[in-house]
């Protein structure tokens, strides 16, 4: 990559567009949690047409990181937001289950095409603070997560699902924004990207197991994630709290998980990212059991603490990727931001399953076991310092050149 100058005015724009992308990307949650308190959805329906979004806009994101990093498609930032907004907003007219499922998939390709582009230009603006420049990033996606419920979920039980024709205009500023400011640099030349047989054979390489289990930590952390986003309105709403009020305390359990990800990227570029990693996933674990266990305020605040536990590693693992694959910056944004966390939200449909078998609250504290496994994996990590993925495709681009 060609990296020039980036101006802050550009990289606020991305934040912000961040910000937007994934407010939509907490959208369906809201929906769907309405229409099963009203009867009008299973638990295991709804979580169907959310994992649906998920690993929709999730898988696609290698595949849009590696054109990305071929030929450097600018455009795909503002045209995917565009995208998302206007097919998220026709959400609430639509009563079939499966045509849903398919508005939910081709909504999410939207955002699989927004992450990777944005998450390379905001990487490659810093080389000294990477770690705190990804969080900051990572944190406004965080936010837009946390604004979702507490403006969607009142709309949606007060006024009706068909209100959903609002959700069409930040994504319309936020598309219009990245079209005239989004960073106007070279990402990527074709000639000097790796060729895509080379680079799944790097990336397959015995040496390379570190990415394989950064994607499993990663799979891990978005099964919790999604699986709190999805399980905790349809929680607080069947105990008799106020949309408001639910919305309120999402809202300040996400926002957490924002403030979260930005100390988690300052710890990692002081401490490192493994130990980072091992002890925010036990810290999450432990916080989530304290906020099932106990009531009132208290039970509230540790679930915020879990939250900015989990999500502490966010940026984290990006970075991590970003420096196992440093020639193709988007396509690790694509596999950390994307392929991974849509194998998470699959599995998330699993969950929603066991919660219409053994009820929510079964299904919560199922969730709350598996950042100890995650914490496991990252045991076994090697540090980032190790890592010299670049120099595995130089000498493969060398050895290819010399037959």
């Not at 994992?51 to 590696?66: K, L, M, V």
């Amino acid at each position: 990559m060609n990296n020039k100058n980036i101006g802050i005015a550009s990289i606020t724009i991305l934040f912000f567009a961040h910000m937007m992308n994934d407010m939509y990307a907490n959208f369906l949650p809201q929906l769907t949690a309405v229409l099963i308190l009203g009867n009008k959805l299973s638990v295991s329906a709804g979580t169907l047409i959310i994992a649906t979004f998920t690993i929709s806009s999730s898988i696609a994101q290698p595949i849009f990181g590696y054109l990305i990093d071929q030929r450097g498609q600018r455009w795909f930032v503002h045209i995917g937001t565009l995208w998302m907004a206007v097919l998220l907003s026709m959400t609430g007219y639509i009563s079939n289950t499966a045509l849903l499922m398919l508005v939910a998939a081709a909504a999410g390709m939207g955002t699989a095409a927004f992450h990777p582009q944005a998450a390379s230009m905001v990487g490659m603006s810093s080389r000294n603070n990477k770690g705190l420049v990804m969080s900051a990033f990572i944190a406004m996606g965080n936010l837009g997560l946390a604004i979702s419920p507490m403006l969607l979920l009142p709309l949606f039980s007060n006024y009706g699902v068909e209100y959903t024709w609002v959700a069409i205009f930040p994504g319309l500023l936020a598309a219009m924004l990245l079209y005239f400011y989004a960073p106007r640099i070279e990402t990527s030349k074709k000639q000097d990207a790796p060729q895509l047989g080379l680079l799944l054979k790097s990336i397959g390489n015995s040496s390379n197991s570190e990415l394989f289990k950064l994607i499993a930590i990663v799979v891990l952390r978005s099964v919790v994630h999604t699986g709190l986003m999805t399980l905790l309105p349809i929680y607080f709403l069947s105990r008799n709290f106020s949309a408001q009020f639910t919305g309120s305390l999402i809202f300040a359990a996400l926002t957490a998980g924002s403030v979260g990800g930005i100390i988690g990227g300052y710890i990692s570029d002081r401490f490192g990212r493994k130990p980072l990693m091992f002890f925010s996933m036990l810290l999450a674990s432990a916080a989530f059991y304290g906020f099932f266990a106990l009531s009132g305020p208290v039970s509230f605040i540790l679930l915020g603490i879990g939250t900015m536990a989990l999500l502490s590693s966010f940026s984290v693992t990006v970075v991590v990727a970003q420096e196992l694959i440093p020639e193709n910056t988007a396509l690790a944004s694509g596999l950390s931001m994307g392929f991974a966390v849509g194998i998470g939200g699959l599995a998330v449909s699993l969950v929603g399953r066991y919660a219409d078998i053994f009820g929510i609250d079964a299904a919560m504290q199922l969730l709350f076991l598996i950042p100890l496994l995650a914490a496991i994996l990252a045991i076994f990590l090697k540090s980032s310092k190790d890592i010299r993925l670049n120099e595995q495709i130089s000498v493969l681009n060398s050895n290819e050149n010399n037959i």
